[in-house]
């Protein structure tokens, strides 16, 4: 089974903090996504990459950046928090595939920013 | 450009009821749709899936089919469970691309 993983579920930081959250996928994956999630919002787009120190922007990727220096490893990091980013946030992989590109996602990430 | 349109939740049902979840897309290829699920608490995982017109993808009791003439995707359950109860998402990706658009997500409460 793959298995994503992300290393904290509940997080609070302060306003102004630098916040690192990290994704480690198993499966050899070569792509990983940084999602945001708000309710009557869904599911929005922050960062990808395709490949090790590969990223691209999605949708909203504004007070935000990411890191991959690792295949298996995509870190999401917040340089400086605000309360508008209080969300919670998932990380997917997947693998190109017969044309269907399923993302398999970790449990997420609930972030307060007070 | 390519969106996903879901019914405004939330669904409330008793247990064994029908159930329909309303999906439908606009894209400027010929997408691959999906429905995910998520559980309380839990991230999303992959319901079913369907990769070209008139498919039908099934997963647990649930269905969707792939209508192309209507644009649509909607996902249904013939006698839904307590446990069923979890916010359901419908997705789309376009062949040559690894994003997936995702609907906002409608949310199904079900009791006993």
């Known amino acids: 089974d793959v298995k994503v993983t992300q290393s904290s579920r509940y997080l609070v930081k302060r306003t102004g903090e630098k916040v690192f959250l990290e994704c480690v996928q198993d499966?050899?994956?070569?792509?990983m996504f940084w999602y945001r999630q708000d309710p009557g919002l869904g599911l929005r787009l922050i960062y990808f990459?395709?490949?090790?120190?590969?990223?691209e922007k999605g949708d909203i990727p504004e007070g935000y950046s990411v890191s991959r220096e690792k295949k298996e490893r995509f870190s999401l990091i917040l340089e400086s928090a605000s309360t508008n980013q209080t969300s919670m946030y998932l990380c997917?992989?997947?693998?190109?595939?017969?044309?269907?590109?399923?993302?398999?996602f970790g449990p997420g990430t609930r972030l307060t920013v007070t | 450009g390519n969106s996903v349109t879901q019914m405004e939740g939330p669904v409330t049902l008793s247990e064994e009821a029908f159930l329909t979840i309303n999906c439908t897309y606009t894209?400027?290829?010929?997408?691959?749709l999906f429905w995910y699920v998520q559980y309380p608490g839990e991230g999303l995982q992959l319901l079913l899936k369907?990769?070209?017109?008139?498919d039908k993808g099934s997963n647990k009791g649930f269905e969707a089919t792939y209508r192309k003439e209507t644009t649509s995707f909607h996902l249904e359950k013939g006698s839904v469970q307590v446990s069923d109860s979890a916010v359901y998402f419908c997705?789309?990706?376009?062949?040559?691309?690894?994003?997936?658009?995702f609907g906002t997500g409608t949310r199904l409460l079900v009791s006993p």
């Open positions: 499966m050899d994956h070569e792509n």
């Open positions: 997705a789309l990706t376009l062949t040559g691309f690894q994003k997936l658009v």
């Open positions: 997917a992989s997947s693998t190109p595939g017969q044309h269907t590109y399923e993302q398999y």
């Open positions: 369907a990769t070209k017109a008139d």
């Open positions: 894209a400027t290829g010929y997408p691959s």
């Open positions: 990459s395709y490949d090790v120190k590969m990223k």
